[in-house]
């Protein structure tokens, strides 16, 4: 299934890079939220979207927002690759696949790779926007662009 626009964060918790339980839904009515899902730590790809939301993480948060990526890797891998390219936001580690049911992220290359998927909720925790494209490069600017959007409703 998965979700769609107009859908709430679902309410699930999974360990965050320290090993503490985190409630996705913990931001709601507070702060928009980026969640984004992507195959592996420390891949080529990966690694050029971390950064490019380490790069803009001062412009989410301007726009009352918190990013979140969500991979398979353990909490120690997420705690070196934050640590490695100095990622301020929040990891949480989806060994069991929990999160990518819970949001219906499908898998890439014909099944070879775990899909990368970029999601943004507003205030309320309403889904405002869905991103699936394999490709690192875009998932940022299209999460800041719809903040922005939001942003200029308002």
Known sequence: MGLSVGD???AISIPDET??????????GKQALIVYFYP???TPGCVKEACD???????????????IGISSDS??????????????FIFLSDIDKKARMAFGVKPALMGL???????????????IMQYNNISAA???KKALQKLK????EE
Do not use: C, M
Not at 75 to 88: D, I, M
Not at 113 to 126: I, Q
């Open 8 to 10: 709430s964060i679902p």
């Open 19 to 28: 090993g503490e339980l985190f409630e996705l839904n913990k931001f709601t």
């Open 40 to 42: 592996k730590n420390f």
């Open 53 to 67: 939301f380490r790069d803009k993480y001062e412009e989410f948060k301007g726009l009352n927002a918190e990013v």
């Open 75 to 88: 909490e120690s891998s997420h705690r070196r690759f934050k640590s490695t390219y100095q990622l301020a």
């Open 113 to 127: 790779l775990p899909g990368r998927e970029t999601f943004v909720f507003d205030k309320s925790g309403t889904l």
């Open 138 to 140: 875009s998932h940022t």
């Open 149 to 152: 959007t939001l942003q200029d």
